[in-house]
T-cell receptor, first 113, second 116 residues
Framework: GQNIDQPTEMTATEGAIVQINCTYQ??????LFWYQQHAGEAPTFLSY????GLEEKGRFSSFLSRSKGYSYLLLKELQMKDSASYLC??????????????FGRGTSLIVHP | GAGVSQSPRYKVTKRGQDVALRCDPI?????LYWYRQALGQGPEFLTY????????KSGLPNDRFSAERPEGSISTLTIQRTEQRDSAMYRC??????????????FGQGTRLTVV
């Protein structure tokens, strides 16, 4: 089975930094995604980590530790438009044999002025 | 097309009826994925295709659910004898390569299915 855990909700102030954590337990591991989903919209890709370490892309960074089953998404210089749900998705092996990602329930981030 | 297109956007059906949900992936994308998303939850895997071949259908909840992609482009997810518990947002995604979503996937706007 696969288990992905992330906080349900977080709040932060405009201009601040926020870290969204994701822990996982999977059968096999082949990478971890972060997706952003605004209310009523489709998920959109943010990052993909396969190896341990930090990947930086503009205001967003994603970190992975495979040995700890842990990842985080770091958002800097928060803007109001960053208010959204952030989905952690892990490529663990499914019962059908594939490594199609399993998504967590998402972390709803609320950015206030 | 410019993005993943799904139709209809909204579908209300009576319990016991069959429904067919359509997904038109980004032109040239070889992999297509079906997910289901309940309100406040992350997407739940249903099935996926490389070209016309269904590779993994282990996420389909029961045998009332089926999917096809006969020409390796447009896909249809069919739910027979719908039940109220089937009500959800059904999302399709596509990606350019065959690596079991090892690259960015693009999601459609989804079909909101309501079974009454």
């Amino acid at each position: 089975g696969q288990n992905i855990d992330q906080p349900t909700e977080m709040t932060a102030t405009e201009g601040a930094i926020v870290q969204i954590n994701c822990t996982y337990q999977t059968s096999g591991f082949n990478g971890l995604f972060w997706y952003q989903q605004h209310a009523g919209e489709a998920p959109t890709f943010l990052s993909y980590n396969v190896l341990d370490g930090l990947e930086e892309k503009g205001r967003f960074s994603s970190f992975l530790s495979r040995s700890k089953g842990y990842s985080y998404l770091l958002l800097k210089e928060l803007q109001m438009k960053d208010s959204a749900s952030y989905l952690c998705a892990v490529r663990g092996q499914k019962t059908g044999g594939s490594y199609i990602p399993t998504f967590g329930r998402g972390t709803s981030l609320i950015v206030h002025p | 097309g410019a993005g993943v297109s799904q139709s209809p956007r909204y579908k209300v059906t009576k319990r016991g009826q069959d429904v067919a949900l359509r997904c038109d992936p980004i032109s040239g994308h070889v992999s297509l994925y079906w997910y289901r998303q309940a309100l406040g939850q992350g997407p739940e895997f249903l099935t996926y295709f490389n070209y016309e071949a269904q590779q993994d259908k282990s996420g389909l909840p029961n045998d009332r659910f089926s999917a096809e992609r006969p020409e390796g482009s447009i896909s249809t997810l069919t739910i027979q004898r719908t039940e109220q518990r089937d009500s959800a947002m059904y999302r399709c995604a596509s990606s350019a390569e065959t690596g079991e979503m090892n690259t960015e996937a693009f999601f459609g706007q989804g079909t909101r299915l309501t079974v009454v």
